[in-house]
């Protein structure tokens, strides 16, 4: 089959779209044909060789398609499903495990389903498990019009949460403000000072940061005393090691690194998070912006956009032509 290979840790060039063999599902898994694959930030992390992976692999975890065979005979060949945890996902074919597959509603657009369940259910942990928003509850957001980042804006707005988003450009601005966003700023101007000028003189109660590196300092320095910094990414390269002092120096703050994993660990809570994700696309509540789509095998040029910050909402590959 077609896919995209890893033959070595390095920057997007290390993708080639090359010819592998099929994979075989072990127990307990479905071999799925895939449709349209979703590109995650993560992505980029086991293509660099930041999170472990021994090369050669075949790079994603996510997607949409149709079951080919299921070899418990539970799922019928030809079901159109959803996925997030199938590594190899940047494939015609991929092997998920059954408890992990989702069946996809009609009325859900096929790039939309592809991308719609690693950073949906993200958001979904983020303001729902990591700390509860609740209306009236302020949280600033880095990275606010990137994939996860307007899909946790709307679930914040929609709460009656006011949501302070952090993005680049002008164009990431409106975007943020469409999502619901009560106030954008860019990463130019001190955002510790803007949040508390914006926010009665107050810290936020939480800030979702996914940037990392270059907005972690400022974070911590945006939040209320007692409040929680949620670093759940590292867009920007991963934060340095730092003196747990400074958590007192801030007031007392909570710290979290998060991971989907153990938000979503338990079958029930990933049916639950998955549930909510869909039915929230269904009945129109959550966008989900598909903001670029490449074929299969320009994945080393989505690599590079999303890198190099010049996407907005969540990206897919077609695998294959249909839509
Ligand atoms: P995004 O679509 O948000 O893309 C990343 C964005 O980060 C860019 O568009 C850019 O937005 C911003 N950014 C800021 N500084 C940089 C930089 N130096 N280089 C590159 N980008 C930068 O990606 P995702 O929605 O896929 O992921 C967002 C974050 O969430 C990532 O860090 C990812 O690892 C993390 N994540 C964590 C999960 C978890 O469970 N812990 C699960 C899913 C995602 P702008 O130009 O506006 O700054």
Redesign the pocket.
Known sequence: MKAIQVTRHGGPEVMEYTDVPDPVPGPGQVLVAVDVAGI???DT?YREGLYHSAPPFVPGSEGTGRVVEDPAGQIAPGTVVAWCSAPGSYAEKVVVDADRLVAVPQDIPQHVAATML??GM?AHYLVNGVYPLAAGDSCLIT???????LLATQLAAHRGVRVFSV???KE?EELAYEAGATEVFT?SENLAETVRRRNGGRGVDVVYD???R?TFGESLEAVRPRGTVCL?????GPVEPFDPQLLNTHGSIFLTR???GAYTADADEFRMRAQAITQAIVDGTLNVRVGGVYPLADAARAHRD??E?R?TGSLVLEVTESE
Not at 143 to 149: F, M
């Open positions: 995650n930030y993560i992390y690693l950073q993200t990275a606010g019009a990137g994939g996860v980042g993005v680049s450009t990431k990463y996914g940037v990392g270059d759940f990414g590292a867009a920007s998060p991971s989907l999303l890198q910050r996407t």
